[in-house]
């Protein structure tokens, strides 16, 4: 069976839906689980708290530049083969950062780390800018897809942590943050099968990030006060 790569849409329903929450929950729990792994591997390995707070944070403070990672998504011609990619990439760099980290200077696996945490804006709001075409016309259907999309968040931070810290008991951290990775991939593959939604505009037309964060942290105009 091959991703649909036609600008058809699947009619909505369970199917896109279902399809959404299991992408949805395993590309997020490896986002917000891996935090817990490097932090459990480093303590686990002998490491100082320093050094396991600074790799965290490694995996963390890249979704900072969420704005600038989203106009990637913003621009491209089939936003699913974007975040299927941002999916495969913060798989493959985790898990590279922890078979690394026993061998090489801590240095790189914080390289690694930052490279994981780049894509980790695209698991999460990335995800969430599917959900449109998913719930279709209609505010009960609407209301349902974001009902669901919250509900992955918080199973994703509550089984995300629980996972990692159940599998670091009984095998190790590292087998614990190449699970998260795993779990990536396979969302990487569900995400292609996602249903279709074409650019919301022409790349020219999409503002830059800095315009955009400017824009929204300036006082609303009139224009702006007419529609609050």
Not at 120 to 140: E, K, N
Not at 209 to 228: E, F, H, K
Request: hydrophobic content about 50%; charged content about 10%.
């Amino acid at each position: 069976m091959r991703p649909r790569s036609d600008h058809s849409v699947d009619e909505p329903g369970w199917g896109p839906l279902a399809r959404y929450i299991i992408a949805a929950t395993l590309a997020r729990t490896s986002d917000g689980g891996a935090v817990v792994a490097i932090v459990l591997m480093v303590t686990g390995g002998g490491g100082s708290g320093w050094l396991a707070g600074a790799l965290g944070a490694c995996i963390t403070a890249p979704h900072l530049l969420g704005p600038f990672v989203a106009r990637s998504l913003d621009t491209a011609r089939d936003g699913r083969t974007v975040i299927a990619a941002a999916s495969l990439a913060h798989g493959t760099a985790l898990a590279a950062a922890v078979l690394l980290y026993p061998q090489t200077h801590p240095a790189v696996t914080a390289a690694l780390l930052v490279v994981s945490g780049l894509f980790g804006p695209l698991l999460t709001g990335g995800i969430s800018s599917r959900l449109p075409v998913i719930a279709g016309h209609g505010q009960r259907r609407q209301r349902r897809a974001q009902g669901w999309d919250v509900a992955t968040y918080g199973i994703s931070g509550t089984v995300g942590p629980t996972l990692v810290a159940a599998l670091a008991a009984w095998a190790s951290p590292a087998t614990a943050a190449l699970t998260l990775a795993a779990g990536c991939f396979i969302a990487a593959v569900v995400i292609r099968f996602l249903p279709y939604a074409p650019a919301p505009g022409k790349a020219a037309d999409v503002p830059r990030p800095i315009r955009t964060l400017t824009w929204a942290s300036s006082p609303p105009g009139p224009c702006a006060a007419r529609c609050i």
